[in-house]
């Protein structure tokens, strides 16, 4: 394979993928476009896949570590509903993002809604597990200059959020 066909740095990559955990149950399965080398998908996935040539089906198992961090022992925060505008449907599994200490923003996870609260947590859903790819290439291209400088894969009818 030319390395035209290969992932490497500065490559947009399309893949078919599904997602397993430890014990086998399907998780998500489905197509993705990222720009390599930029953080666009876990570290992993990412490390796993360079060098891998169009048309190659690669199974990837990928530690907590490598990708959404080992879980912290914490107790769900607990948010009243009104901190949320009143016409947003709120459902555990929605994802937000928080303001930490120095102001940063801190994704947390809905784990819950009850009796006009709201539970969230720090952790991601998947975080502590052993995750387990089936991985399929089905493209391998270079990227475009403005897709370098913006860190991420445009679409076919370019970028608008710039």
């Known amino acids: 394979m030319s390395e035209q066909n290969t992932i490497g740095a500065d490559r947009a990559v399309s893949l078919q993928y599904t997602l397993s955990g430890s014990d086998g149950t399907v998780i998500e399965s489905g197509q993705i476009d990222y720009l390599h080398g930029y953080q666009n998908i876990i570290p992993g996935l990412e490390s796993a896949l360079d060098g891998a040539a169009v048309g190659a089906n690669l199974q990837v198992e990928v530690p907590p570590e490598l990708g959404y961090g080992e879980r912290m022992e914490v107790e769900p925060q607990r948010v009243p509903r009104t901190s949320f505008p009143p016409e947003m449907e709120i459902e555990p599994g929605m994802q937000f993002h928080a303001r930490g200490p120095q102001g940063e923003a801190l994704p947390v996870w809905v784990v819950g809604v ?39 894969i445009h679409g076919p009818d370019g970028h608008g959020h710039h």
């Open 114 to 152: 009850e009796d006009g609260i709201v539970l969230i947590d720090p952790n991601h859903p998947l975080a502590g597990e052993t995750l387990h790819f089936d991985v399929t290439i089905l493209s391998v291209r270079a990227g475009t200059a403005e897709e370098l400088q913006h860190g991420h």
